[in-house]
């Protein structure tokens, strides 16, 4: 027991110091934002919100969800109450992949990783909510032989938020087991990525409105909150300019649903090595 509770301590102290960093550094990007769009503001330019929709998509970029973080927690801590042996090593991973998860949005500064560190994270990511769904859910890596996956690079924070929306708006209240699929392949010479779910699908008219929030290039609010972004597409829309905002207006994502099959997110990328 003693020893499940140091296990536990020192998994709340490690993220504790992590929460403490990323909140630090969205202070810092949150008034640069303010001082950037002030000084936009005076001077009066004619590009200021290209400008300000980069801050937008770095703010974004950087955000945690505190009810993620929280929730997991808990499980962690429920699972700890219990005092079973046998339960440590599944405390031990958790705790280690939730410190990997979180570690992940502040070690790489810049904001395009490789496609190999993009998919490790969301591995993560998922075995943290098997974790905590009582493996409801299962996760499938489909990528093509000849893609190199270290050498891909790929705007960061790409694929996570897009299979969060699979296991809340597809899979939390489908009865039976969901899984997910990360497809990846090079057509041309350009990548493709789609993530699909056999979840519960999307009306036609609710996926009409979310395609038109994505194709929005007016849309720039970022104080929206948890239950706005499930209903209004915002984190695809995020997810979108960015794409568009780093490599162009050719590449960004689509999306397609039928209800009672699942939903996909395909998202086209340019085909950019390290090296370049």
Not at 79 to 94: F, T, V
Not at 208 to 227: G, K, L, M, P
Not at 240 to 253: A, C, R, S, T
Request: aromatic share 8%.
């Amino acid at each position: 027991m003693q020893i499940i509770l140091f296990l536990l301590c020192a998994a709340v102290i490690i993220l504790l110091a992590l929460v403490i960093r990323l909140s630090r550094q969205q202070k810092l990007i949150s008034e640069q934002n303010r001082q950037l769009q002030s000084s936009l503001e005076e001077a009066q330019l004619p590009h200021a919100d290209t400008g300000m929709q980069e801050i937008r998509l770095r703010v974004l970029q950087n955000q945690i969800n505190p009810h993620f973080l929280y929730n997991t927690l808990e499980s962690i801590r429920s699972l700890a109450i219990c005092g079973n042996p046998e339960d440590l090593p599944q405390i031990a991973a958790m705790t280690a992949a939730l410190a990997r998860y979180f570690r992940y949005n502040i070690s790489y500064k810049s904001n395009i990783v490789s496609l190999d560190l993009e998919i490790n994270n969301v591995e993560q990511y998922m075995m943290i909510q098997r974790f905590r769904f009582q493996d409801r859910f299962e996760l499938f890596i489909d990528i093509d032989e000849a893609i190199p996956i270290r050498q891909i690079m790929i705007p960061k924070l790409l694929l996570q938020p897009i299979v969060e929306n699979s296991i809340f708006h597809g899979l939390e209240t489908k009865m039976d087991k969901g899984e997910i699929w990360i497809r990846v392949t090079a057509p041309g010479d350009y990548v493709r990525i789609t993530v699909e779910d056999n979840g519960t699908g999307i009306p036609d008219d609710l996926l009409f409105e979310i395609q038109n929030t994505i194709e929005d290039n007016r849309h720039n609010s970022i104080q929206t909150t948890d239950e706005d972004s499930k209903h209004n597409g915002v984190a695809l829309w995020q997810i979108n300019q960015q794409v568009k905002n780093l490599f162009g207006p050719e590449y960004g994502l689509h999306i397609y649903s039928t209800v009672g099959v699942g939903t996909t997110v395909e998202i086209r990328l340019p085909m950019i090595s390290a090296d370049e």
